[in-house]
């Protein structure tokens, strides 16, 4: 994978969508270099920006923060092949394409405002305003790949991406819990 190329991709899929998911669909990436070459190292940068904003609110959990790094990390990068595996599955069902290296596409790519918002977003309180911009620009760019990488078709986008979205966000919230509670984070809870 070069990845000079993949930074013109994510430059251009950030400036103008549709021309990014053209790239995208015509680079063909296969599941593992997006999640090798791509993913990983957002969800690392963002995962360590969160343990660094979190500070000292970190001495309040019953986790430490190496931890709380390995649930952030580790959560984020198994819900997403766990969701894009179930989002495959589903694509048939909207009339869409189903491949998990076009389902991984989608995820990755469309998550890239949300791993780059949470690193600057990081650098001050004030800054947080940028995750919520993020996660909307997120959605969009979904919604925008949903019909050039999965192909679903346009009466069926909003019903896939509604679909979609709940369950990367049930995932994410599911392997969360199940890691901070291996962990000992919810001990007091339960």
Same mark, same amino acid.
């Given at each position: ?60 959990? &019953?986790?430490?923060?190496?931890? @709380?790094? *390995?649930?952030? !990390?580790? #959560?984020? %990068?198994?819900? +997403?092949?766990?969701? $894009? ?46 995750? &919520?911009?993020?996660?909307?620009? @997120?959605? *969009?760019?979904? !919604?925008? #790949?949903? %019909?050039?990488? +999965?192909?679903?078709? $346009? ?36």
């Amino acid at each position: 994978m070069d990845i000079n190329h993949l930074f013109l991709v994510v430059r251009t899929l950030l400036a103008s969508p549709d021309a990014g998911w053209n790239m995208i669909k015509e680079a063909g990436y296969s599941w593992q270099q997006i999640f090798g070459y791509f993913l990983v190292p957002l969800i690392f940068a963002s995962s360590l920006a969160m343990i660094f904003f979190m500070g000292a609110q970190l001495q309040e959990t &019953l986790l430490s923060p190496n931890q @709380m790094f *390995f649930i952030t !990390f580790a #959560g984020s %990068a198994g819900a +997403i092949l766990l969701s $894009a595996w179930m989002i495959a599955a589903m694509a048939p069902k909207f009339n869409g394409v189903s491949s998990l290296n076009e389902t991984v596409a989608l995820i990755a790519f469309s998550y890239t405002p949300v791993y780059l918002g949470s690193v600057i977003s990081s650098l001050h309180p004030a800054l947080q305003i940028i995750n &919520l911009a993020a996660m909307v620009y @997120m959605l *969009f760019l979904f !919604f925008k #790949g949903t %019909a050039t990488i +999965i192909r679903v078709p $346009a009466h069926k986008q909003m019903g896939f991406t509604i679909t979609s979205i709940i369950i990367l966000f049930a995932v994410r919230l599911i392997i969360s819990v199940v890691l901070a509670t291996l962990m000992g984070g919810f001990s007091g809870v339960m």
